[in-house]
């Protein structure tokens, strides 16, 4: 079956650390995203993209970034953690960017 | 103010209850609107769409008023499985999703 996958699932990081996460879909969808969750926020947008080599800045894009180089994958870098980038990070995808967006299960992400 | 705006409850109710959840949102250029589902620490699920003449599935019935920019969440017959939070969304004029906080629901035995 088609899917989105996220890893690592669980991450603890110290500050000033570059780090990445993986986000997979094997739907061959263009449009990827990349939101963070943090109590008392709905999901807020950090970057996304509608295709190869295409990339835009989301509502809370600084100190994050990404690249696609393919279909299937946009991995998030955090160039240099800070404590405020603790949060849960949802990578999603959909067919169309007028569509629905289906979730990946998430990377819980801590930031020491 | 908030793009998105949700009671965030909880709504505590029992089993069997029918129950409904608003959702008021600020920009009138808004062109779809969603409701996902979110179980405690996993991914929101798409549970479904809003069209303007209201549509149903199942139990869940959803409404949307777009001259008072708000967006409804009928539950009828609650049953326990569906404790969750609950998230509206809504789809700005560039195709970006704008998530409300969302709304939780406890359904008791």
């Known amino acids: 079956d088609a899917e989105i996958t996220q890893s690592p699932r669980h991450k603890i990081t110290e500050t000033g650390r570059q780090v990445t996460l993986a986000c997979h879909q094997t739907?061959?969808?263009?449009?990827m995203f990349w939101y963070r969750q943090d109590l008392g926020h709905g999901l807020r947008l950090i970057h996304y993209?509608?295709?190869?080599?295409?990339?835009n800045k989301g509502e809370v894009s600084d100190g994050y970034s990404v690249s696609r180089s393919n279909t299937e994958d946009l991995p998030l870098t955090l160039e240099s953690a800070a404590s405020s980038q603790t949060s849960v990070y949802f990578c999603?995808?959909?067919?169309?960017?007028?569509?629905?967006?289906?979730f990946g299960p998430g990377t819980r992400l801590t930031v020491t | 103010r908030k793009e998105v705006e949700q009671d965030p409850g909880p709504f505590n109710v029992p089993e069997g209850a029918t129950v409904a959840f608003n959702c008021t949102y600020s920009?009138?250029?808004?062109?779809?609107f969603f409701w996902y589902r979110q179980d405690c620490r996993k991914e929101p699920k798409l549970l479904m769409s809003?069209?303007?003449s209201g549509n149903e599935d199942g139990r869940f019935t959803a409404q949307l008023n777009r001259a008072s920019q708000y967006i409804s969440l009928l539950i009828r017959d609650s049953k326990l499985s569906d404790s969750a939070t609950y998230l509206c969304?809504?789809?700005?004029?560039?195709?970006?999703?704008?998530f409300g906080s969302g709304t939780r629901l406890l359904v008791r035995p």
């Open positions: 920009n009138s250029a808004s062109q779809s």
């Open positions: 993209s509608y295709g190869v080599h295409d990339t």
């Open positions: 969304v809504v789809m700005d004029s560039s195709y970006k999703l704008i």
């Open positions: 739907w061959n969808h263009n449009n």
């Open positions: 809003v069209y303007s």
């Open positions: 999603a995808s959909s067919e169309s960017a007028s569509g629905s967006q289906y």
